[in-house]
């Protein structure tokens, strides 16, 4: 059984067309984003980048609840995840990115890259009625 926290239990990524019928597992993870990322999901402008330290720009984030955190070491921030899980930008009901365009580079990466490369904790969506 697929444990999205186990990664040892997470099936071989074969095509994109597995992720029609998954539940968007993937996007229940923790993610972690560039600046960049920020940037291209219009998060932060360019003219913070120019005006502001990033610590200054990380608090703005957290305060408007769109990280947790921010990791001065590695220049990496952690986008916010809701009670159940799911992403901040993942649609609860239709189970898609509601910035796939502008999605950050982990997200468009994975999974040839994250935890256990080529695999990924693909679960099913329910299907009422069945
Ligand atoms: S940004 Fe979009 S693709 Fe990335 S984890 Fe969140 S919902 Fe999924």
């Given at each position: 059984m697929i444990d999205i926290d186990r990664p040892s239990t997470w099936r071989k990524f074969s095509s994109d067309e597995a992720c029609r019928s998954c539940n968007a597992s993937c996007c229940t993870m923790p993610v972690e984003v560039t600046l960049s990322d920020l940037i291209?999901?219009?998060?932060?402008?360019?003219?913070?980048?120019?005006?502001?330290?990033?610590?200054?720009?990380?608090?703005?984030?957290?305060?408007?609840?769109?990280?947790?955190?921010?990791?001065?070491?590695?220049?990496l921030f952690m986008l916010t995840q809701k009670a159940n899980r799911d992403c901040i930008f993942l649609d609860s009901k239709t189970r898609l990115c509601t910035s796939y365009s502008t999605r950050p580079d982990v997200c468009r990466q994975f999974p040839a890259i994250g935890p256990r490369p080529g695999y990924c904790p693909l679960i099913l969506k329910k299907v009422f009625g069945s």
């Open positions: 291209r999901l219009n998060l932060v402008s360019e003219d913070e980048v120019q005006n502001l330290t990033v610590r200054k720009i990380a608090k703005r984030l957290v305060k408007e609840k769109w990280i947790t955190s921010y990791r001065e070491a590695t220049g």
